[in-house]
């Protein structure tokens, strides 16, 4: 049986799923098949030439009609368009994978997790860091106690793309479109990835920061205000006795996609910086310094399918990763995590950071 | 029109090149079209499945029946096999990309330029790291004067795949099959990309040793001889007055996948790592230090058809670039380097060094 | 004329204090001459071997009888001694050099702040990194406005000494004598170099953690109680609108000395370790990426007085460097910096740090 | 008893000794204790001020003269006068401890060498990186057998200082005043690191290089030639199956002192760089990449005399261990190692190099 996708939204995000889809059946022939069925969208013209690029079947425009065709939605579109799509899609239980954050606001994403709980179908979330083969390697090494005891998480996401006051205004720096700046971004990420390798936080402290306060239209004269953070920072315990400290930017002049997440519990820790994917720098106990193990041999996870050691893989073959489990789950009938409610426990703590710097005070999740 | 590719070899390099031509309309929509037409090998049942995985329309298992039917040959088989159908195609005006080295002698890669040189097709021999966006800064950079007259190269390209005694005998551990070992095997990378950058080699004096002189055979008890080098070193003198230093080994129990490139001139110059191919390291008078540049911009060389800055691609995608350029050529009816000249070029080297070793002197190229 | 410099404390701060008197004359033959006159503590027999070791002419039991016979008295005992000795030679007039933190509690603090104030004498607090070259470096670059407007600051000063519940009791663990744990101790440390860097600090938000509650004893069955923190972590807002981000531990299991700082603003920023510490990595608007800066070229803080460029120093030096500039400012009647109210307002920092803690809100410092 | 020393030479060698004399004292308190008697040279003025700074009693003018007073004499002056006063101290039983190399020519550098077997006292030759504890580290891994028969070994010492065309000439640039360029400089290290570290050289293929064949002369519009290599590559062979690549440079313009050292073997093996003369880089059949080890716990070699874990050491602290070793020697009647026949061998090894160069053929050394 080939399942059919439907995939609303063509940007950044439409290419990163469309070229992980289409790469599955070489690399991981084992997997569902699927066709890329429906590109939905508003503007006729861009569909069109998307849906040619991308390898799709055909373009609809409304969004509805597109559900009546379809196995999978994938909800890549802007984070305002996220819920309604989505409910509909889970209520005639379509599965979904859709790119976080889930929504704008809370509300929205628990609205979607209510969904999801009532349907037979499956909702993903689309935190596709899980699937680097690097961080999926501490991952096991941490649940196999090789670190101990966790006592300290720290999770920075730093990019630079608006370091500078003449950087184009962007319908991320609008909070009503998107429901918060770069803590809702880039430290989504990094809250999932610590939520998901040492478990649930309970309290918070945060700051947000906007720096440049205006900028200019792409094209224009005019400026628009940022409405956004475009920094925050957050201390956070776990329920499990760690601290973790967070960190995201758009503004870092000295970065590009600096993802980097450090552990260290009893036992040992490790180092991770998405610029190096291909590499996890490791510390147990029978080390003496750090470790840089290069995360591409055969029993390195993901690793098999792709190339020999010494040859590395880059940022969008976690799509693959998160296509093939979010595939088989489906196959197979197998809950699959990170879920709506990983989703929505996402949200709480952006909330929750975004409330502290209100409030001046920590903020129990 | 839709160019018919047909493959000869689905090993690693058919992987490798498959994907690469699998991926061109998503990324390169102005690249020319092309089939994955037909599969050739010997076994069938081997090529039915590789044909199914790669995405190949059909199987041959004969390769002169084959060229009846496509426009372009991928000659990605081991080094024994590419002489002939390589000949065939091109004496047919069908193009040819050959994977390196051209043969196991000179004397066939020689009989493989004089083909090309005689067809109106084009050929092209598949040293892929030219297309490492970062080593395309590099000459540009390098051709544009920052880094002034070029004193010293330094090549190393050191595997570890057979540095245990125990890891297992394999076709290029012998002479008559590979023409050489680590030398002809990755040491021709470090020769060609030298070249590339700099030109013409003249001089060489070099060494090869085998330290492990024989190894076991899969699946069973019996031993078969080294009969190649699995490490080698080379000094070279080059026509623009530079010295190179090299050295290749697929015993070097440190490495991985090592691939590095230093060269440095009068007024700057550069280091790179295929483990970390992403970055590229310059320093210019201006700097005071090596400068890391992760080579992810729109402005970087291909970078602009992949994904946002500080995003990484992997090892494959230097196939891409190289599929590009060819096919382009192709349609444009331009030439295409690097062609059969350079392959018999790089042969010369390697037979020069080899020469060394046995005479004990510097061999002229 | 020859100063006489007396010592409290013979242990690692009087070592690296005695061994940087000792270099002076022959590296910065202009700093004013001083004798190891007498060195100050309570085993007389530790004292004797001590002060032979150090280059002492005498030993003293008795601190107020000491302070008779000497120009300078260097502060390096524990904590909890330093207040006392230090106001009776301010009052005397006798500079003094005192090693951070100031005192077990604010109030020693101020009351040695307050003796300063009213002396004729000077008085130093001992922190060292800010006479690390490459800090000198980046002082100077973001001075010269390279960096633009300061957006971020991130300091982690990250040592494993006691990562292993094993690891011996020591008075350090005890909030009596040492007012504080990690915060008070590396803590400091960063809280200084940032407040020197870009301002003061007026907001802090902090969290403790004592991972290891209790210790054993050395040479013994017994156990102690852990009563300071063993970790740290907070979030600051400086006055000139930048956030800082603060993190401090003797419990990280995978670091050694790694005191990080990290900076950067609307032009560029810098990084440093300390395990590499004469390295800077800058980034400025020209650069694409991170240059790495080797600290030891002539025109580099201090280092005319050294080796050649590209020999590096150690952490001792930054002793020598402090001591040239102390003695300098005693010999030409200057001010010196960083003064006792420096080490008052990073008291401050702490404190505010320990009370956010317990109140769960942000507090003004 | 004290031993009295003479130096002669107070340049960048006398600077380097005399603070290593000056160190021993307070952290190797065993050694036994030297006098800096006698400082010699030329030039009166500056030799007083020389003794001045460096903490001599007293100056002479006259080499022989000085030697009716001294125990050791420390020759640290240029390459050309250290074969007369050395061979006239060795002839009375005074130790001497010289500079490397030990002469211009081979000639010379037997001539000592026989001086010293004739002798009672004891010579050592100034091979001052083997005192790096981490390469002492490294040689107690190596020896240890934790990276099984030494397969290759990679010594690069590049250095800048002459980078640019404009630098002026001194010394060094001088054949007959120097005997050799960049390979006896600075590859005389390298090939005495390789030597300790694996063994005898049997045989080198070699290239000189001199990019920059004129200089200016300080303070005037003269030029003059430069008769030295700038430049050296070899390829080197051991007695016990190794092969060896070195490169040695004072015209690489990427490089300040990049003094680096990498050798793999059947089991493991070893990364080094003298920039970050403080670490390790080591690999052993555990592990699955390199682990950086930060050299400076209490049991690492050398380092319980310093400073607690974490905090790094410097260039200059290589003299006081080689110094430490040397003096205890003479105290104990022990042979010192690296002594003149180490100093001979690496010399014929240079010659050899010199050769192979000339002829363009391998050299048996």
Known sequence: MTLKAGFLGYGLMGKAHANALARLPMFFPDAPEVERSVLIGRTVEALEEAADTLGFNRIESDWEAALDDIDILYNLGPTRIHVDPTVAALNRDIHVLCEKPLAPQTAGAEKMAEAARKSDAIAGVGYNYRYVPALQLAKRMLDAGEFGDVRRIRGQYLQGWQADPDDEWVWRNDVERSGSGALGDVGAHTIDLARWLIGG?????????????????????????VTTDDEYSAIATFENGATGVFEGSRVATTREGGNELELYGSR???RFDMERLNELEVYTRDDDGFERVLVTADDHPYMDAWWPTGHIIGWEHTFVHEHYEFLS?????????????????????????????????????
């Open 329 to 365: 789950a489906i196959e197979e009938g197998r809950s699959y995590s990170p879920d709506f409610e990983t989703g929505v426990a996402v949200h709480r703590v952006v909330n929750a950071i975004q409330q502290s710097n209100e409030d001046g005070s920590w903020i129990l999740v």
């Open 201 to 225: 936080i309970d309290r918070v402290c945060g700051r947000l920061d906007t720096f440049v306060t205006e900028r200019p239209v792409a094209g224009g004269d005019e400026t628009r205000p």
């Open 268 to 270: 040992g820790g490790f």
